[in-house]
Nanobody, 115 residues
Framework: QVQLVEPGGGLVQPGGSLRLSCVAS????????MGWYRQAPGKQRELVAA???????NYADSVKGRFTISRDNDKNTINLQMNTLQPEDTAVYYC?????????WGQGTQVTVSS
């Protein structure tokens, strides 16, 4: 069974940066179109960045120009570089397939943007 683990979260000040990684066991992520999702307190989970098997990327308007999704097929990871973080980016971040989350959700990683 595929397991997704998302290390890399933490507390960062507004304007700061974080890099998240999605690590998979049980399958090669290279066969999937993947995405990063987030869920803020009291809100629904939303897709913020996606990358196809061929490396084409797409972003939610709220993160465009600040976040960069990438994949490293050798390391079997999907990465999310987050720059110029704002308090409204505070959420639990998850990776999964996109469109449509077809794999079991991991536990996610908490990102808190606060001074």
């Amino acid at each position: 069974q595929v397991q997704l683990v998302e290390p890399g979260g933490g507390l960062v000040q507004p304007g700061g940066s974080l890099r998240l990684s999605c690590v998979a066991s049980g399958s090669r992520l290279s066969i999937f179109n993947m995405g990063w999702y987030r869920q803020a307190p009291g809100k629904q989970r939303e897709l913020v960045a996606a990358i196809t098997r061929g490396g084409i990327t797409n972003y939610a308007d709220s993160v465009k120009g600040r976040f960069t999704i990438s994949r490293d097929n050798d390391k079997n990871t999907i990465n999310l570089q987050m720059n110029t973080l704002q308090p409204e980016d505070t959420a639990v971040y998850y990776c999964n397939t996109s469109p449509g989350a077809l794999l079991p959700w991991g536990q996610g990683t908490q990102v808190t943007v606060s001074s």
